[in-house]
């Protein structure tokens, strides 16, 4: 079974509205990651946050990890057509694990 | 700087025949993951290689699927006698070091279509 759940599978919002995702993981992590796919495209690597940090900002985005609740959220700020994708957070699926393991994603559509 | 290649970008097939999937990592990094994805869904592990050693392959097929990453060239992903359900988005990452812990590079993917 997948390590990582996003939620909601499908989001739009109009232009500048923030978008938040959530992911949440079943077992304990040593980090977790956020990546973006264009349509068509490979993965691109946003941001890790690693299981003792709480918070993380990379420019528009900011990313939350709550351990006691095994869940991490990405919110991206002053949304653009641009950020327009699918974002998958993964996990390192435990101790000792050597792979990374992807949720389903979430469809982000952001309308002009 | 070149990020991962992955030729070919897209490759027809016909069941029963073979398909060699072909990934080149980024300069320096030694560690490289193919994973899957079909339409809609997210993508799901196949194996992790490092040079001439297989570390993981716990999601790969046991039957028709191998992997190899040679002390020369590109890693390969091969897949024997092709079936309608082998039809996929696969993926190739590399990074410098064990991926779990640092970020993964990925490549545009092959896409996989078997008639």
């Known amino acids: 079974s997948q390590q990582g759940e996003e939620d909601p599978q499908a989001l739009s919002i109009q232009e500048g509205e923030n978008a938040t995702m959530n992911c949440s993981y079943k077992t304990s992590i040593n980090n977790l990651q956020w990546y973006r796919q264009n349509s068509g495209r490979g993965l691109v690597h946003l941001i890790l946050?690693?299981?003792?940090?709480r918070e993380k900002h990379s420019g528009r985005l900011r990313v939350t990890l709550d351990t006691s609740k095994k869940s991490s959220s990405l919110l991206i700020t002053a949304s653009r057509a641009a950020d327009t994708a699918s974002y998958f957070c993964?996990?390192?699926?435990?101790?000792?694990?050597?792979?990374?393991?992807f949720g389903q994603g979430t469809r982000l559509t952001i309308n002009p | 700087n070149a990020g991962v290649m992955q030729n070919p970008r897209h490759l027809v097939r016909r069941r029963g025949q073979e398909a060699r999937l072909r990934c080149s990592p980024m300069?320096?990094?030694?560690?490289v993951y193919w994973y899957r994805q079909l339409p809609e869904e997210g993508l799901k592990f196949m194996v992790y290689l490092q040079k001439e050693n297989i570390i993981d392959e716990s999601g790969m097929p046991k039957e028709r699927f191998s992997a190899e990453f040679p002390k020369e060239g590109p890693s390969i992903l091969r897949i024997q006698q092709v079936v309608r359900g082998d039809s996929a988005a696969y993926f190739c990452a590399s990074s410098p070091g064990q991926g779990s812990r640092s970020p993964l590079h990925f490549g545009n993917g092959t896409r996989l279509t078997v008639t």
């Open positions: 993964a996990t390192d699926a435990g101790q000792g694990a050597q792979k990374l393991v």
């Open positions: 300069k320096g990094h030694s560690h």
């Open positions: 946050i690693r299981s003792n940090e």
